[in-house]
């Protein structure tokens, strides 16, 4: 049986503190993971944006479903995966060891609006060979519904995508059950 060691004393706390602060590291002004998600008024976000537009004018009905979801609770862990994906692939994805290439905040974002954002990003991700992608959905409540509106539907709008062969809730650090990580198939399969 193997002992914990002791927890440190005020003194070596302030001593790595210190030491820290002699090395130049510095506090992090957020606690927030960084999806790298471009500007509104960046031009990749405008192509990706027309894209969209287009897409939706020659297909009036995406491939998400924009009708009724299952609600889930602000802290329920979203998972999924197909039937054949080896199980070492989702633990890992679960553990956060899967690393993740791109990602999509979809705060501030209308339903629709996070529909075609969300649906934009997929379609660029698989077509740029990108293996996994963070997307950020939040928590929050709906105004007019008593359920987190975005995660209840990116839930659902994931689970139809083709493209997709697992998702789970984050890690804390990329945003808890606030975000998911989202394993895309590989090009040509």
């Known amino acids: 049986m193997t002992r914990r060691p002791p927890l440190p004393d ?8 210190q030491a820290l602060q002699a090395a130049g590291v510095r506090r992090l002004p957020s606690n927030r993971a960084d999806p790298g998600k471009p500007r509104k008024d960046s031009s990749a976000h405008a ?4 894209a969209a537009v287009e897409a939706n004018t020659l297909q009036a009905n995406g491939r998400t479903s924009d009708g009724r979801v299952e609600a889930v609770r602000p802290s329920e862990y979203l998972e999924f995966s197909v039937p054949d994906l080896p199980w ?3 633990s890992q994805l679960k553990r956060g060891q899967t690393a993740w290439q791109a990602g999509l905040d979809l705060h ?3 339903l629709e609006e996070a529909r075609i954002e969300l649906e934009s990003f997929l379609r660029e ?3 740029q060979g990108l293996r996994c992608v963070l997307v950020v959905h939040g928590k929050a409540w709906g105004t007019t519904a008593d359920y ?3 995660k209840s539907h990116t839930n659902t709008w994931l689970r139809e995508w083709p493209g997709v062969l697992a998702f789970c809730s984050a890690i804390d650090m990329d945003g808890g059950t606030g ?3 989202v394993l895309l198939r590989k090009p040509g399969r």
């Open 10 to 17: 005020d003194d070596e706390i302030n001593a790595f503190r």
């Open 47 to 50: 192509v990706r944006r027309q």
């Open 88 to 90: 070492r692939t989702l």
């Open 108 to 110: 501030g974002y209308t």
């Open 125 to 127: 991700s698989a077509g």
């Open 148 to 150: 987190p509106v975005l």
């Open 179 to 181: 975000a998911v990580y």
